[in-house]
């Protein structure tokens, strides 16, 4: 598959200081997930893609655009919403919508008609029509995304879309960035803390640390586990399941949400399992594939690159 942003050997620092360190990247089309502790370079990153720094050394292209020499092609082929709020003070929500459009170069009646349809999917009422400088987090959030698509963009960078938000609009705003994907066929970068959000939406999952790479791959190779394995959820006593299954000398984790992680042969270990709990009288309220911890992987990778850091 075509990469969309193909990074090689990007280095960028600030006072000798590296931001970035040798980075090689590619991000292909889809949604994909930047992971990083606080000053991993995500931040410095997304400001080289969007052409607001250069590299220090290393070539980059975006959209087939070379990241030095064309940054403003690549600015109006994507939308990018920012982390900290960046509306004009006094205008309406609807208005500030409409002067994002403007500003991508669409007609001021069109971006009017545009602001609206879009609003519409993000799901603002009569609210849009109040002044932002009035609104709660959530709805600034629904404002920014609404300006980063409203001239309908082919690559969008979200930088922690979902921060201040409940759960149901948490829920919605990834539901909305999932169909953008999938039935529009956006390509979607999202810089994140949160990493429910990342395991939900995403099909690529990057991991910045000290400036540098440290993974970069598909979600569904992330969640596959070594070993063929199963995840359990009973009705009655769990302990009476184990002791029944650790007899067939397959491999059991209770798990802190009582669950049982059971991991064993190729072949027939769901055999093995309903058998076992035929044989302990255990009723399974479920029986389930598992998978590896996103938060597991992550704290695994940056951990790894700390302790790293330094060595020859």
């Known amino acids: 598959m075509t990469s969309l942003v193909s990074l090689k050997q990007i280095t960028k620092t600030f006072k000798s200081l590296p931001a970035l360190d040798g980075i090689d990247l590619e991000i292909r089309s889809g949604i994909t997930g930047l992971l990083g502790p606080n000053g991993a370079g995500k931040s410095t990153l997304i400001k080289l893609l969007l052409g607001l720094v250069k590299p220090t050394s290393g070539a980059a292209t975006f959209l087939g655009y070379d990241v030095i020499k064309d940054g403003r092609k690549i600015r109006n082929r994507i939308g990018y919403m920012p982390e900290d709020d960046c509306y004009i003070s006094g205008l309406s929500g609807v208005n500030a919508v409409q002067f994002s459009g403007c500003l991508s170069g669409i007609p001021k009646t069109e971006a009017l008609r545009r602001a609206h349809e879009i609003l519409d999917f993000c799901d603002m009422k009569q609210e849009r029509y109040r002044i932002v400088d009035t609104y709660s987090t959530g709805m600034r959030q629904k404002i920014k995304f609404a300006s980063a698509i409203v001239h309908d963009p082919e690559f969008l960078i ?17 539901n909305r960035i999932r169909l953008l994907a999938t039935e529009m066929g956006k390509s979607v ?8 959000d990342v395991q939900a939406i995403c099909d690529d999952v990057v991991i ?16 596959r586990t070594k070993e063929p394995s199963f995840c359990i959820r009973v009705l009655e006593d769990v302990d009476q399941l184990a002791d029944a299954l650790k007899k067939s000398n397959v491999k059991v984790t209770k798990n802190p949400d009582g669950t049982l992680t059971v991991a064993g042969p190729s072949t027939g270990l ?33 951990a790894d690159s700390r302790g790293t850091e330094g060595e020859p």
Do not use: K, M, Y
Request: charge should be negative.
């Open 270 to 302: 769901a055999e093995i399992i309903w058998r076992s709990a035929f044989d302990s009288g255990v009723s399974i309220q479920s029986l389930t594939p598992a998978r590896n911890s996103l938060e597991e992987v992550f704290l695994s990778t940056v």
């Open 189 to 196: 970068l999202i810089s994140t803390h949160i990493l429910p």
């Open 208 to 223: 910045l640390s000290q400036g540098q790479v440290r993974l970069s791959e598909p979600l569904e190779t992330l969640n």
């Open 158 to 174: 979200l930088d922690e879309p979902t921060s201040g938000l409940d759960p149901e609009e948490r829920d919605a705003l990834l």
